[in-house]
């Protein structure tokens, strides 16, 4: 069994930053991050796979990052540039199956963390 521990969320103002950190029982070449709000749909954030390419989704470009450890155990998401809107809570997610590209789609993700609350204030 996979187990997927996220911390680093927290509460700032906007325009602040925070560090999100993931730490993986295992390694795998598709890891992402996924959000998720009151009231919204699942979100793909970022993902990345094993050869350090990454994804982002258009509302976090230029603000967000994705990156792994060496060992490609830890999986990091910083976040600069915090909006209002950023509020959700975030989930690492890891993929055992998909290996290609680095996808956003969250079908495609097998083990997922508990999460951790990010909350933005203006």
């Known amino acids: 069994q996979v187990q997927l521990v996220e911390s680093g969320g927290g509460s700032v103002q906007s325009g602040g930053s925070l560090r999100l950190s993931c730490a993986a029982s295992r390694w795998a070449a598709s890891m992402g991050w996924f959000r998720q709000a009151p009231g919204k749909e699942r979100e793909g954030v970022a993902a990345i796979a094993s050869g350090g390419s990454t994804s982002y989704a258009d509302s976090v470009k230029g603000r967000f990052t994705i990156s792994r450890d060496n060992a490609k155990t830890t999986l990091y998401l910083q976040m600069d540039s915090l909006r209002p809107e950023d509020t959700a809570m975030y989930y690492c997610?890891?993929?055992?199956?998909?290996?290609?590209?680095?996808?956003?789609?969250?079908?495609?993700?097998?083990?997922w963390g508990q999460g951790t609350q990010v909350t933005v204030s203006s």
């Open positions: 997610a890891l993929s055992t199956v998909f290996t290609s590209w680095p996808t956003r789609d969250a079908a495609r993700y097998n083990y």
